[in-house]
């Protein structure tokens, strides 16, 4: 069982930046394929970004590659989500998931939910 905290949510402008955490409890984190979801009020779930389980490699959704950045350090069972020129459109609750060996974009195929943080982009 992975339990998964996020962190680092907040108001901002336009064009700010703001950096999400996701601490993962339990010795296995490195096992896990991570990734970031948001849900903006009465929208579906939608898939952000997604890291592998080395940091090798990465994944985005269109709508945020430049923007948006996705890490992880595993020696410290933390992802990161750093967001620049945030938009008022990347207003929505985000969470992270995590998932077994290889990476998704698809929502139904993570495991492990955080509870979600909360981010405001006022325009």
């Known amino acids: 069982q992975v339990q998964l905290v996020e962190s680092g949510g907040g108001l901002v402008h336009a064009g700010d930046s703001l950096r999400l955490s996701c601490t993962a409890s339990?010795?296995?984190?490195?096992?896990?394929?991570m990734g970031w979801f948001r849900q903006a009020p009465g929208k579906e779930r939608e898939f952000v970004a997604t890291?592998?389980?080395?940091?090798?490699?990465?994944d985005y959704a269109e709508s945020v590659k430049g923007r948006f950045t996705i890490s992880r350090d595993n020696d410290k069972n933390t992802v990161y989500l750093q967001m620049n020129s945030l938009k008022h459109e990347d207003t929505a609750v985000y969470y992270c998931?995590?998932?077994?060996?290889?990476?998704?974009?698809?929502?139904?195929?993570?495991?492990?939910w955080g509870q979600g943080t909360q981010v405001t982009v006022s325009s």
């Open positions: 998931a995590g998932k077994s060996l290889l990476m998704a974009t698809m929502p139904a195929r993570y495991d492990y």
């Open positions: 339990g010795r296995t984190f490195s096992s896990y394929a």
């Open positions: 890291i592998s389980r080395n940091g090798g490699i990465t």
